[in-house]
């Protein structure tokens, strides 16, 4: 299993971002996927989860109202938009995917129910 992270950059606070994860090696409908983040010295963070099962999506406080997960399974891609950004914000962004198909469980919020991790790509919100 493979995850591709992109769409990270530079952007001024209230700016809008579109992260995506390309994914293979995987019948990606059938997976839970979700984005973290982790700044600078910091634990890393939930950030949001798509399950997949359809209309099945989480979002860690600190972003509720701004981000939003979403995914085309059709092109095994799942994004993350990002909208009205804050410095806070800035911090290395992870895509990650359920161990095994078609799992529930509490442990959404926690790294270590992931078994896939993308590279990370890097989003910078300056004030």
């Known amino acids: 299993v493979q995850l591709q992270a992109s769409g990270g950059g530079l952007v001024q606070a209230g700016g809008s971002l579109r992260l995506s994860c390309a994914a293979s090696?995987?019948?990606?409908?059938?997976?839970?996927m979700a984005w973290f983040r982790q700044a600078s010295g910091k634990e890393r963070e939930f950030v949001a989860r798509?399950?997949?099962?359809?209309?099945?999506?989480y979002y860690g406080d600190s972003v509720k109202g701004r981000f939003t997960i979403s995914r085309d399974n059709a092109k095994n891609t799942a994004y993350l938009q990002m909208n009205n950004l804050k410095p806070e914000d800035t911090a290395v962004y992870y895509c990650?995917?359920?161990?095994?198909?078609?799992?529930?469980?509490?442990?959404?919020?926690?790294?270590?129910?992931?078994?896939?991790w993308g590279q990370g790509t890097q989003v910078t919100v300056s004030s």
């Open positions: 090696g995987v019948t990606f409908a059938n997976y839970g």
């Open positions: 990650a995917a359920d161990g095994s198909p078609r799992s529930y469980g509490s442990t959404i919020y926690l790294p270590r129910r992931y078994a896939y």
């Open positions: 798509s399950s997949w099962s359809p209309g099945n999506l």
